[in-house]
Protein backbone atom coordinates (compact mmCIF):
# COMPACT_ATOMS: atom_id res chain seq x y z
CA UNK A 1 0.00 0.00 0.00
CA UNK A 2 1.10 3.32 -0.54
CA UNK A 3 2.09 5.81 2.01
CA UNK A 4 -0.96 9.24 2.60
CA UNK A 5 0.51 11.84 1.01
CA UNK A 6 0.91 14.76 4.17
CA UNK A 7 0.98 18.44 3.88
CA UNK A 8 2.01 21.00 6.15
CA UNK A 9 0.15 23.57 7.99
CA UNK A 10 -2.43 23.44 10.34
CA UNK A 11 -5.25 24.01 7.94
CA UNK A 12 -4.47 21.61 5.84
CA UNK A 13 -3.48 18.90 8.39
CA UNK A 14 -7.13 19.31 10.04
CA UNK A 15 -8.34 18.47 6.28
CA UNK A 16 -5.97 15.18 6.27
CA UNK A 17 -7.97 13.76 9.69
CA UNK A 18 -10.36 10.93 9.58
CA UNK A 19 -13.91 12.53 7.78
CA UNK A 20 -16.42 11.16 9.97
CA UNK A 21 -20.34 12.15 10.12
CA UNK A 22 -22.00 10.07 12.69
CA UNK A 23 -20.78 6.99 14.21
CA UNK A 24 -21.38 4.75 10.85
CA UNK A 25 -19.56 6.95 8.25
CA UNK A 26 -16.33 5.50 7.43
CA UNK A 27 -12.60 7.13 8.34
CA UNK A 28 -10.73 8.10 4.93
CA UNK A 29 -7.11 7.99 4.15
CA UNK A 30 -5.95 10.57 1.13
CA UNK A 31 -3.02 9.78 -1.27
CA UNK A 32 -1.77 11.81 -3.34
CA UNK A 33 -3.16 11.45 -7.16
CA UNK A 34 0.31 11.78 -8.74
CA UNK A 35 1.88 9.50 -7.36
CA UNK A 36 -0.33 7.28 -9.70
CA UNK A 37 -0.04 6.95 -13.71
CA UNK A 38 -1.39 9.97 -15.35
CA UNK A 39 -3.07 9.58 -18.93
CA UNK A 40 -3.09 12.43 -21.41
CA UNK A 41 0.14 14.29 -21.73
CA UNK A 42 2.23 15.21 -24.82
CA UNK A 43 5.13 15.23 -22.60
CA UNK A 44 6.08 14.38 -18.75
CA UNK A 45 7.81 17.60 -18.05
CA UNK A 46 5.55 20.35 -18.05
CA UNK A 47 5.31 23.41 -15.92
CA UNK A 48 2.83 21.91 -13.46
CA UNK A 49 1.69 18.24 -12.29
CA UNK A 50 -1.72 18.13 -14.40
CA UNK A 51 -0.74 20.79 -17.27
CA UNK A 52 -0.39 20.39 -21.04
CA UNK A 53 2.95 22.65 -21.94
CA UNK A 54 6.40 22.88 -20.84
CA UNK A 55 7.85 25.55 -18.61
CA UNK A 56 10.40 26.15 -21.24
CA UNK A 57 7.27 28.18 -23.38
CA UNK A 58 6.49 30.19 -20.75
CA UNK A 59 7.36 33.34 -22.56
CA UNK A 60 7.68 31.91 -25.72
CA UNK A 61 4.57 30.56 -26.77
CA UNK A 62 1.37 33.37 -26.70
CA UNK A 63 0.47 34.87 -23.46
CA UNK A 64 -3.77 33.35 -24.28
CA UNK A 65 -1.90 29.52 -25.37
CA UNK A 66 0.27 29.64 -22.32
CA UNK A 67 -2.96 30.46 -20.28
CA UNK A 68 -5.13 27.66 -21.29
CA UNK A 69 -2.28 25.06 -20.89
CA UNK A 70 -3.01 25.59 -17.34
CA UNK A 71 -6.38 23.58 -17.72
CA UNK A 72 -6.41 19.75 -17.43
CA UNK A 73 -8.21 19.48 -20.39
CA UNK A 74 -8.12 15.66 -21.44
CA UNK A 75 -5.45 14.28 -18.28
CA UNK A 76 -6.37 11.57 -16.31
CA UNK A 77 -5.11 9.66 -13.18
CA UNK A 78 -5.58 5.46 -13.04
CA UNK A 79 -5.58 3.59 -9.95
CA UNK A 80 -7.06 0.44 -8.38
CA UNK A 81 -8.75 0.01 -4.89
CA UNK A 82 -11.20 -2.02 -3.48
CA UNK A 83 -12.77 0.46 -0.81
CA UNK A 84 -16.07 -0.03 -0.91
CA UNK A 85 -16.43 4.36 -1.35
CA UNK A 86 -14.21 6.53 -3.20
CA UNK A 87 -13.34 10.46 -2.12
CA UNK A 88 -11.87 13.02 -4.25
CA UNK A 89 -10.51 16.00 -2.82
CA UNK A 90 -8.79 18.61 -5.26
CA UNK A 91 -7.84 22.21 -5.46
CA UNK A 92 -8.30 24.32 -8.72
CA UNK A 93 -6.56 27.35 -10.22
CA UNK A 94 -9.51 29.09 -9.01
CA UNK A 95 -13.28 29.90 -10.52
CA UNK A 96 -13.86 28.98 -14.05
CA UNK A 97 -17.45 29.23 -14.97
CA UNK A 98 -19.15 29.99 -18.58
CA UNK A 99 -22.63 30.66 -19.32
CA UNK A 100 -22.67 28.15 -21.74
CA UNK A 101 -21.30 25.16 -20.04
CA UNK A 102 -21.97 22.94 -16.84
CA UNK A 103 -19.75 23.83 -13.44
CA UNK A 104 -18.56 20.22 -13.07
CA UNK A 105 -17.27 20.10 -17.09
CA UNK A 106 -15.77 23.35 -16.40
CA UNK A 107 -14.07 22.60 -12.56
CA UNK A 108 -15.22 18.85 -12.34
CA UNK A 109 -13.74 15.57 -12.00
CA UNK A 110 -15.20 11.94 -13.39
CA UNK A 111 -14.97 9.07 -11.88
CA UNK A 112 -15.23 5.80 -14.16
CA UNK A 113 -14.42 2.22 -13.38
CA UNK A 114 -13.68 -0.93 -15.85
CA UNK A 115 -16.31 -3.14 -15.83
CA UNK A 116 -14.45 -6.71 -15.62
CA UNK A 117 -17.67 -8.67 -17.84
CA UNK A 118 -17.47 -5.91 -21.19
CA UNK A 119 -13.44 -4.99 -20.62
CA UNK A 120 -15.27 -1.67 -20.85
CA UNK A 121 -14.77 1.52 -18.79
CA UNK A 122 -18.07 2.56 -17.19
CA UNK A 123 -18.92 6.05 -15.90
CA UNK A 124 -19.09 5.76 -12.11
CA UNK A 125 -19.96 9.70 -11.11
CA UNK A 126 -18.94 13.07 -11.02
CA UNK A 127 -17.24 15.12 -8.27
CA UNK A 128 -19.03 18.33 -8.39
CA UNK A 129 -17.11 21.54 -7.25
CA UNK A 130 -19.22 23.22 -4.65
CA UNK A 131 -16.37 25.70 -3.90
CA UNK A 132 -14.31 28.21 -5.49
CA UNK A 133 -10.44 26.19 -4.86
CA UNK A 134 -10.45 23.17 -2.67
CA UNK A 135 -13.46 20.40 -2.76
CA UNK A 136 -13.20 17.16 -1.15
CA UNK A 137 -16.57 14.62 -1.42
CA UNK A 138 -17.20 10.99 -1.42
CA UNK A 139 -17.98 10.29 -5.52
CA UNK A 140 -19.29 6.37 -4.87
CA UNK A 141 -20.25 4.69 -1.98
CA UNK A 142 -21.70 1.28 -0.97
CA UNK A 143 -19.61 -0.89 -2.90
CA UNK A 144 -18.71 -4.37 -2.43
CA UNK A 145 -15.32 -4.67 -1.31
CA UNK A 146 -13.80 -6.12 -3.97
CA UNK A 147 -10.37 -4.80 -6.68
CA UNK A 148 -12.01 -2.49 -9.41
CA UNK A 149 -9.77 -0.77 -11.95
CA UNK A 150 -10.69 3.37 -12.19
CA UNK A 151 -9.58 6.21 -14.25
CA UNK A 152 -10.22 9.96 -12.83
CA UNK A 153 -11.08 12.68 -15.53
CA UNK A 154 -9.72 16.10 -15.00
CA UNK A 155 -11.40 19.34 -15.34
CA UNK A 156 -11.72 20.41 -18.69
CA UNK A 157 -11.98 24.58 -18.37
CA UNK A 158 -9.95 24.62 -14.89
CA UNK A 159 -6.82 23.47 -13.82
CA UNK A 160 -6.20 21.17 -11.03
CA UNK A 161 -3.01 21.87 -8.63
CA UNK A 162 -3.53 18.82 -6.18
CA UNK A 163 -5.69 15.92 -6.39
CA UNK A 164 -5.95 13.28 -3.57
CA UNK A 165 -7.52 10.05 -3.38
CA UNK A 166 -9.68 8.82 -0.49
CA UNK A 167 -10.26 5.12 0.80
CA UNK A 168 -11.80 3.53 3.62
CA UNK A 169 -9.42 2.77 6.21
CA UNK A 170 -7.59 -0.25 5.95
CA UNK A 171 -8.76 -0.59 2.04
CA UNK A 172 -5.46 -1.35 -0.66
CA UNK A 173 -5.33 1.39 -2.96
CA UNK A 174 -2.45 0.81 -6.10
CA UNK A 175 -1.02 0.84 -9.29
CA UNK A 176 -3.42 -0.31 -12.34
CA UNK A 177 -2.55 -3.82 -13.39
CA UNK A 178 -4.80 -3.53 -16.67
CA UNK A 179 -2.99 -1.67 -18.95
CA UNK A 180 -5.66 0.86 -19.89
CA UNK A 181 -6.21 2.83 -22.32
CA UNK A 182 -2.58 1.87 -23.49
CA UNK A 183 0.31 3.77 -22.05
CA UNK A 184 1.77 5.29 -24.65
CA UNK A 185 1.98 5.39 -28.27
CA UNK A 186 -0.97 8.09 -27.55
CA UNK A 187 -3.24 9.75 -30.75
CA UNK A 188 -2.33 13.34 -30.75
CA UNK A 189 -4.96 15.78 -31.39
CA UNK A 190 -4.46 19.58 -31.73
CA UNK A 191 -7.30 21.64 -32.33
CA UNK A 192 -10.13 24.38 -30.37
CA UNK A 193 -12.16 25.05 -27.55
CA UNK A 194 -14.58 22.06 -29.44
CA UNK A 195 -11.40 19.79 -28.99
CA UNK A 196 -10.50 21.19 -25.20
CA UNK A 197 -14.03 19.70 -24.44
CA UNK A 198 -16.55 22.89 -24.68
CA UNK A 199 -19.21 22.06 -23.82
CA UNK A 200 -19.45 18.53 -22.53
CA UNK A 201 -21.61 18.55 -19.10
CA UNK A 202 -18.63 16.32 -17.92
CA UNK A 203 -14.76 15.84 -18.29
CA UNK A 204 -15.65 12.33 -19.66
CA UNK A 205 -17.74 13.47 -22.19
CA UNK A 206 -15.01 15.61 -24.16
CA UNK A 207 -14.41 13.99 -27.41
CA UNK A 208 -10.96 13.10 -26.85
CA UNK A 209 -12.00 10.99 -23.99
CA UNK A 210 -14.41 9.14 -25.71
CA UNK A 211 -12.18 8.42 -28.55
CA UNK A 212 -9.89 7.00 -26.10
CA UNK A 213 -12.19 4.73 -24.25
CA UNK A 214 -13.61 3.65 -27.97
CA UNK A 215 -9.82 2.71 -29.05
CA UNK A 216 -8.71 1.88 -25.40
CA UNK A 217 -5.46 4.08 -26.40
CA UNK A 218 -4.09 6.91 -24.70
CA UNK A 219 -5.50 10.52 -26.31
CA UNK A 220 -3.48 13.57 -25.70
CA UNK A 221 -5.72 16.79 -26.08
CA UNK A 222 -4.03 19.94 -27.54
CA UNK A 223 -7.07 21.89 -27.52
CA UNK A 224 -6.70 25.68 -26.78
CA UNK A 225 -10.21 27.54 -26.59
CA UNK A 226 -10.05 30.33 -29.55
CA UNK A 227 -6.69 29.78 -30.11
CA UNK A 228 -5.61 26.97 -32.16
CA UNK A 229 -4.27 29.24 -34.70
CA UNK A 230 -1.58 27.19 -35.83
CA UNK A 231 1.47 28.07 -33.27
CA UNK A 232 4.70 26.30 -34.78
CA UNK A 233 5.37 26.15 -30.56
CA UNK A 234 2.66 22.79 -30.74
CA UNK A 235 3.95 21.83 -33.63
CA UNK A 236 7.49 21.32 -32.00
CA UNK A 237 5.63 20.41 -28.81
CA UNK A 238 3.61 17.87 -31.14
CA UNK A 239 6.59 16.58 -32.92
CA UNK A 240 8.33 15.64 -29.68
CA UNK A 241 6.41 13.14 -28.83
CA UNK A 242 7.71 10.02 -28.09
CA UNK A 243 6.37 7.49 -30.82
CA UNK A 244 3.01 8.89 -31.34
CA UNK A 245 0.40 7.02 -32.95
CA UNK A 246 -1.65 9.14 -35.02
CA UNK A 247 -1.84 12.91 -35.37
CA UNK A 248 -5.20 14.86 -36.09
CA UNK A 249 -5.37 18.33 -36.93
CA UNK A 250 -8.65 20.21 -35.70
CA UNK A 251 -7.58 23.51 -35.98
CA UNK A 252 -10.26 25.35 -38.60
CA UNK A 253 -12.43 26.68 -36.13
CA UNK A 254 -10.11 28.95 -34.95
CA UNK A 255 -8.62 29.60 -38.64
CA UNK A 256 -10.04 32.05 -41.13
CA UNK A 257 -9.00 30.95 -44.35
CA UNK A 258 -5.91 33.18 -45.22
CA UNK A 259 -4.39 32.17 -41.99
CA UNK A 260 -4.81 28.37 -42.95
CA UNK A 261 -3.15 29.27 -46.27
CA UNK A 262 -0.09 31.03 -44.52
CA UNK A 263 0.37 28.13 -41.61
CA UNK A 264 -0.99 25.10 -41.72
CA UNK A 265 1.42 23.38 -44.21
CA UNK A 266 4.21 24.54 -42.45
CA UNK A 267 2.47 23.19 -39.36
CA UNK A 268 2.14 19.97 -41.10
CA UNK A 269 5.87 19.81 -41.91
CA UNK A 270 7.19 20.12 -38.72
CA UNK A 271 5.13 17.40 -37.64
CA UNK A 272 5.71 15.18 -40.68
CA UNK A 273 9.50 16.05 -40.63
CA UNK A 274 9.94 14.90 -37.30
CA UNK A 275 7.74 11.21 -37.79
CA UNK A 276 7.29 10.57 -41.69
CA UNK A 277 5.70 7.45 -41.00
CA UNK A 278 2.86 8.39 -38.34
CA UNK A 279 -0.44 9.56 -40.19
CA UNK A 280 -1.76 12.88 -40.22
CA UNK A 281 -5.49 13.62 -40.28
CA UNK A 282 -7.40 16.88 -41.10
CA UNK A 283 -10.70 17.83 -40.14
CA UNK A 284 -12.93 20.44 -41.71
CA UNK A 285 -14.86 22.80 -39.62
CA UNK A 286 -18.32 22.14 -38.73
CA UNK A 287 -21.26 22.99 -40.60
CA UNK A 288 -22.79 24.93 -37.92
CA UNK A 289 -26.77 24.81 -37.59
CA UNK A 290 -27.01 28.35 -37.81
CA UNK A 291 -25.42 27.89 -41.02
CA UNK A 292 -28.42 27.07 -42.80
CA UNK A 293 -29.58 30.24 -42.45
CA UNK A 294 -26.93 32.82 -41.97
CA UNK A 295 -25.35 33.06 -45.29
CA UNK A 296 -22.22 35.24 -43.72
CA UNK A 297 -21.70 32.56 -41.55
CA UNK A 298 -21.92 29.30 -44.28
CA UNK A 299 -19.67 31.48 -46.72
CA UNK A 300 -17.19 32.10 -44.08
CA UNK A 301 -17.35 28.74 -42.90
CA UNK A 302 -16.94 27.17 -46.53
CA UNK A 303 -13.81 29.63 -46.97
CA UNK A 304 -12.20 27.68 -44.44
CA UNK A 305 -12.77 24.57 -45.06
CA UNK A 306 -11.77 24.77 -49.10
CA UNK A 307 -8.34 26.12 -47.53
CA UNK A 308 -7.95 23.53 -45.39
CA UNK A 309 -8.83 21.03 -48.82
CA UNK A 310 -6.36 23.11 -50.49
CA UNK A 311 -3.50 22.00 -48.22
CA UNK A 312 -4.65 18.72 -48.20
CA UNK A 313 -4.69 18.12 -52.03
CA UNK A 314 -1.54 19.92 -52.25
CA UNK A 315 0.76 17.72 -49.57
CA UNK A 316 -1.29 14.61 -51.77
CA UNK A 317 -0.60 15.82 -55.23
CA UNK A 318 3.37 16.27 -53.84
CA UNK A 319 3.65 12.75 -52.98
CA UNK A 320 2.75 12.63 -49.35
CA UNK A 321 1.41 9.54 -47.72
CA UNK A 322 -0.60 8.54 -44.57
CA UNK A 323 -2.89 11.48 -44.56
CA UNK A 324 -6.43 11.47 -44.29
CA UNK A 325 -8.66 14.07 -45.10
CA UNK A 326 -12.54 14.14 -43.03
CA UNK A 327 -15.66 16.14 -44.42
CA UNK A 328 -17.85 18.23 -42.37
CA UNK A 329 -20.85 16.71 -43.98
CA UNK A 330 -22.53 14.96 -41.78
CA UNK A 331 -20.70 15.19 -38.64
CA UNK A 332 -23.25 16.86 -36.19
CA UNK A 333 -26.23 15.33 -37.89
CA UNK A 334 -28.57 17.38 -39.76
CA UNK A 335 -31.55 18.38 -37.02
CA UNK A 336 -29.44 20.99 -35.75
CA UNK A 337 -29.64 19.71 -31.98
CA UNK A 338 -26.06 18.99 -31.23
CA UNK A 339 -24.89 22.29 -29.88
CA UNK A 340 -25.52 24.43 -26.74
CA UNK A 341 -24.93 27.73 -28.80
CA UNK A 342 -24.66 26.55 -32.14
CA UNK A 343 -21.33 26.45 -32.12
CA UNK A 344 -20.08 24.04 -28.72
CA UNK A 345 -20.80 20.71 -28.77
CA UNK A 346 -23.68 19.35 -26.30
CA UNK A 347 -22.43 15.43 -25.05
CA UNK A 348 -24.57 14.49 -27.82
CA UNK A 349 -22.36 16.74 -30.27
CA UNK A 350 -19.36 15.48 -28.78
CA UNK A 351 -20.87 11.16 -29.65
CA UNK A 352 -22.15 12.69 -32.96
CA UNK A 353 -18.24 13.88 -33.65
CA UNK A 354 -16.93 10.66 -32.93
CA UNK A 355 -18.69 8.28 -34.19
CA UNK A 356 -17.86 10.26 -37.46
CA UNK A 357 -14.47 10.69 -37.13
CA UNK A 358 -13.70 6.59 -35.80
CA UNK A 359 -13.63 5.00 -38.61
CA UNK A 360 -11.16 6.84 -39.99
CA UNK A 361 -8.90 7.40 -37.17
CA UNK A 362 -8.56 3.30 -37.02
CA UNK A 363 -8.14 3.11 -40.51
CA UNK A 364 -5.17 5.26 -40.05
CA UNK A 365 -3.94 3.19 -36.98
CA UNK A 366 -4.14 0.34 -39.07
CA UNK A 367 -1.63 2.01 -41.39
CA UNK A 368 0.46 3.03 -38.56
Not at 189 to 195: A, K, N, V
Request: charged share 25%; net charge neutral; aromatic share 10%.
Amino acid sequence: MRKPFLFIGFLVAALLMPLASGAQEAKYVYFDAASFPIYGKAIENTSATYERLPASLEGVIRQPVWDLAHHSAGISVRFRSDSPSIRLRWVSFGLHTMNHMTDTGTRGLDLYTKDPVTGKWRFARSARPVKDTLNDQKVIGNMEPVMREYNVYLSLYEGVKRLEIGVEEGSTIEGPAVDSPRKGSPVVMYGTSILQGGCANRPGMAFTNIISRELDREVVNLGFSGNARLDYEIAELMASVKDPALFVLDNVPNCEASLIDERQERFFRIIRDAHPDVPVVFIENPNYPHTVFDQVAAADVASRNASMKAVYEKLKKAGEKKIYYIKADKMLGSDGEATVDGVHFTDLGMVRYTEYVLPTLKKALKKR
